[in-house]
């Protein structure tokens, strides 16, 4: 059984640096963004008002996702310095970069475009309603793919340097737990994370059936001990209402996945304080699935 579950909005919004030393430019972009949603998601406006302020707000915030930046402020190079700060000294490539100008003949486009590390570059007269929304789409949409693309490598590296750990591990239970550990940090879930093999289960009774294989965080030292040890009785409940209705159970701040095996072995994902998933998210998880519970046959077998 695959993954399927109703995904939860992420309640943190894009966030969007405007960087002008003009309050009406703050005001007029803040007006026009106010109502502004891609991917499901609104805008948080942050504001700087020179690039040594923008710098600070940088550093201390590296998840912008765009930033509008003003060709000229505290002096007449400052936009395009503040740019090759960001990408040069601070290495941050992720972050979208436009910049906007009122005197588009002192920095012309095509010599900025070409030696500055920038996705846009608009004269201030340009950005009417539209064309502002316009621009916010396309450099959102480019981040979230960057973003994606660089979560992806960040999770490749964790499991890369987890390997040489796990060929010193002898038993399934600590295998199982170190990939485990990997699947939470990876898709950024909740530290407690419990895989529960179904054994002789029946949903109405209350006692037995139901062994942890692997854990994460609290549930690290419960290996084989029967889950009424350490889970409360409503998250007991809960997993042994997914067992007996064979499908995944989603909850504001949980989730019980249900997986069965082509030899029919049942088994069970609990995660505490998890985050919202989105399509690969599910796939990773029941990937973990079919393939931890396929070693534990095979382990099974050998012994």
Sequence with gaps: MTLDIALRDP??????????????????????LSTYNYAGKGLDLMHAYSAKEALEVLQSDPDIAVALVDCVMETDRAGLDLVREIREVQNNHKIRLV???????????????????????????ELTNTNLKTLMYTNLRAYKD??????????????????GNLFHINSFPEFASAIL??????????????????????????????????????????????????????????????????????????????????????????????????????????TFCTNLTIAYELNAKRQ
């Design 11 to 32: 309640t943190t919004d894009w966030k969007v640096l405007i960087i002008d030393d003009d309050e009406e430019v703050h005001t007029v972009t803040r007006l026009v």
């Design 99 to 125: 910049l906007r100008t009122g005197q588009p003949g002192y920095a012309p486009e095509e010599q900025v475009i070409k030696e500055y590390d920038i996705n846009d570059y608009k004269d201030k007269t």
């Design 146 to 163: 960057i973003a994606t693309l660089d979560l992806h490598r960040q999770g490749l590296e964790i499991i890369i340097n987890a390997m």
């Design 181 to 286: 550990n990997q699947l939470v940090t990876l898709l950024g879930l909740g530290k407690d994370a419990a895989f529960v093999k179904i054994e002789g289960f029946a949903a109405e009774s209350q006692k037995g059936g139901l062994k942890l294989l692997a854990g994460t965080g609290d549930y690290q030292g419960m290996i084989n001990k029967e889950i009424n040890e350490f889970l409360s009785e409503d998250v007991i409940n809960e997993i042994r209402d997914a067992a007996s209705r064979k499908e995944n159970i989603v909850f504001e701040d949980h989730l019980v996945v249900y997986f069965a095996s082509q030899e029919q072995q049942e088994t069970i994902l609990y995660i505490n304080n998890f985050n919202a998933l989105d399509e690969l998210d599910k796939h990773l998880i029941n």
